[in-house]
């Protein structure tokens, strides 16, 4: 049952100890104990992720939370996060809520906002958004549909009762963010192979992989295109140069070349697209530790062939070639590359609801609108 009012057996404080910090790293393999979708991250790159050593946070504020029932038992958790990145970039003055974990309690989940709101209405932030965790460039939203696919690598995963707790709790809808499913049975439309194909001819488009002889050139390419292309986007955040390098270095023992797509028009750099084997296959069964045996885990399922899907977690164009097909043809040869490896599904994430030219390109190949993640808004009184 869900509780309305924050009884006085709710306590909330500031994590101040490494043993609070462990604590709130560890509280969501306890709530999620027997849940079968829920996939756990390794909690090294949660912990990594928090960790004011990470470059994210050279930019930006946090404090994490903890919510205790009567018995001092965890039952709650969430981040405040003030990001000068952002407020320098969106004139506003919005803060953050990210990392958010509660048994299904209302008063727990009040409490917890109450926390975070307070922290950052200390910081002169008028609302809070999320969740977010820790960036707009990271794990973003609250699953609200689509509850019985497993997520895939990088995306988040939730009960359907957290978002009657944050809707309770006085969050609207800021914008929604839409997951697409593509598998090798719908195949691509033989249509768009031919449209495609044409305006490749006509723009003298050409599409090639990572090459990872210039990895650390190539990194920059995607960088420059990456904060270029999205600059104009509902909530974007450019990156910084310590952050893209902290994310390449995370990155790069997964990547695979062929599953990477750099698209030339005319002789001329004009987009990329990134897709990441969905490791998420491995981490199931990893139980979020690397030790003792993950890693024989994780090396088996790095095997080719292994791994039976992707996830195309950016791809980008620049604004004066988003008209020449060339992002239908980067999806093109990762799907075509993906199937070589043998995957049998892809997911294309995250795609704001009202970028219809980019939802209409994913359409196009076979894509189809199977998840959708919520970001909400609250005015900080």
């Not at 989940?109 to 209405?121: D, M, S």
């Not at 509902?234 to 952050?243: C, I, K, Q, R, S």
Request: aromatic share 10%; charged share 25%; with cysteine.
């Amino acid at each position: 049952m869900i509780t309305d009012e924050r009884p006085a057996t709710v306590r909330v404080g500031p994590v101040g100890s490494r043993a609070d910090f462990a604590a709130f790293i560890e509280l969501p393999y306890r709530l999620y104990t027997g849940n079968q979708t829920w996939v756990p991250p390794l909690r090294r790159d949660v912990a990594h992720m928090l960790e004011l050593s990470h470059p994210f946070y050279q930019h930006a504020e946090r404090e994490l939370f903890l919510a205790y029932d009567a018995a001092g038992t965890v039952v709650g958790r969430i981040a405040a996060i003030k990001n000068d990145a952002h407020t320098a970039q969106h004139h506003d003055r919005t803060g953050f809520f990210g990392f958010f974990e509660s048994v299904r309690d209302q008063a727990v989940a009040n409490a917890l906002f109450q926390a975070a709101a307070g922290w950052l209405a200390g910081r002169g932030l008028t609302v809070m958004r999320g969740p977010v965790s820790p960036s707009i460039n990271d794990e973003v939203g609250l699953l609200i549909d689509g509850f019985q696919w497993a997520p895939v690598v990088m995306m988040p995963y939730n009960p359907p009762y957290y978002a009657e707790l944050i809707e309770r709790a006085g969050f609207v809808k800021a914008k929604d963010v839409i997951a697409y499913r593509h598998t090798s049975a719908e195949g691509v439309p033989e249509r768009v192979v031919r449209l495609s194909e044409a305006l490749a001819k006509r723009h003298k488009i050409v599409v090639r992989p990572l090459d990872v002889k210039q990895f650390d050139k190539e990194v920059d390419r995607v960088r420059m295109l990456y904060n270029t292309c999205w600059e104009a986007n509902w909530g974007a955040v450019a990156m910084t140069d310590a952050e893209f390098a902290d994310l390449a270095k995370q990155l790069k023992p997964v990547v695979v070349p062929e599953l990477v797509a750099f698209g030339e028009v005319d002789g001329e750099l004009a987009g990329f697209a990134l897709a990441l084997p969905d490791l998420n296959v491995a981490l199931k069964r990893m139980g979020g530790r690397l030790l003792p045996f993950g890693w024989v885990k994780a090396l088996w399922y790095g095997r080719d062939g292994a791994v039976p899907g992707l996830r195309v977690l950016t791809l980008g164009v620049l604004p004066k070639h988003r008209l020449t097909g060339v992002a239908e043809l980067m999806y093109l040869a990762i799907i075509r590359n993906g199937l070589k490896r043998g995957m049998t599904y892809g997911e294309s994430s995250w795609i704001l609801e009202d970028n219809a030219l980019m939802r209409q390109s994913i359409e196009k190949i076979g894509g189809v609108a199977y998840k959708t993640y919520r970001i909400y808004d609250k005015p900080i009184a």
